[in-house]
Nanobody
């Protein structure tokens, strides 16, 4: 019913940049929040950044000043610009969509981001 497809992951050197994209399709209501979460091996899935339909953003402290989340409401697409990447940013990054009215959550399949020299 709802699908989220991530793209843009890959291998980069420390200090490099990546831009992740996530396109949502299906039965999506306009009042929602989209975001990015990440999970490293042996770790819990943690919030990276979220953005509402109105543009309000929330960032994990560990990425503030380095990552920027944005979205295109018409395309139901969310982006994550990641700059000054560090090895500790290495994780599988998951796109998330939350429909506010029903408090329904949807997840993408994940995209691997590896920061290594």
């Amino acid at each position: 019913q709802v699908q989220l497809v991530e793209s843009g992951g890959g291998l980069v050197q420390p200090g490099g940049s990546l831009r992740l994209s996530c396109a949502a399709s299906g039965r999506i209501f306009s009042i929602n929040a989209m975001g990015w979460y990440r999970q490293a091996p042996g770790k819990q899935r943690d919030l990276v950044a979220t953005i509402t339909s109105r543009g309000s953003t929330n960032y994990a402290d560990s990425v503030k000043g380095r990552f920027t989340i944005s979205r295109d409401n018409a395309k139901n697409t969310v982006y994550l610009q990641m700059n000054s990447l560090k090895p500790e940013d290495t994780a599988v990054y998951y796109c998330n969509l939350r429909l506010i009215a029903s408090n329904s959550n949807y997840w993408g399949q994940g995209t691997q981001v590896t920061v290594s020299s």
